[in-house]
């Protein structure tokens, strides 16, 4: 009767490890479980791109330095040359103009280029 006991109870535990065992993986196939898998699975691809990029991009720009500075010493080039002063747009025109100035040198009447010439015939 001991070896009844024994397979029967051996047979349970082995029903009830493989009824889970299967539970579990038709869970992990299930439409959302395989979404947020491949989700996962792209963000941390995803990261490990960004970092081997990052690391290149890096070693570019420091071996673009370098490389630089190589021509510039070879060529005898300033390394640090002055900028010229951005440049800078006005948004409404300029009135210390000389077309906004009345003077004796400028006249509207004289000037045919001007757009807003009141003497041209219409």
Same mark, same amino acid.
């Given at each position: ?12 535990? %082995?029903?009830?490890? %493989?009824?889970? &065992?299967?539970?579990? @993986?038709?869970? +992990? ?15 941390? $691809? ?18 673009? %330095? +370098?490389?630089? #500075? ?10 640090? !040359?002055?900028? !010229? #002063?951005?440049?800078?747009? #006005? #948004? ?6 000389? &077309? ?9 009447? $004289?000037? @045919? $280029? ?9």
């Amino acid at each position: 009767m001991f070896r009844r006991t024994f397979w029967f109870t051996t047979g349970v535990a %082995a029903g009830v490890w %493989a009824t889970t &065992k299967v539970n579990r @993986k038709l869970k +992990q196939l299930t439409p959302e479980s395989l979404a947020a898998t491949a989700a996962n699975k792209a963000l941390e $691809t995803g990261r490990h791109l960004k970092d081997r990029a990052v690391g290149f991009a890096l070693d570019v720009r420091d071996n673009m %330095a +370098q490389r630089e #500075a190589e021509l510039g010493e070879a060529l005898g080039i300033n390394a640090d !040359p002055e900028l !010229p #002063a951005p440049r800078r747009y #006005a #948004a409404i025109e300029n009135r210390s103009d000389p &077309k906004y100035i009345e003077s004796a040198t400028y006249s509207y009447e $004289t000037d @045919k $280029t001007n757009p807003y010439n009141r003497n041209e015939d219409h």
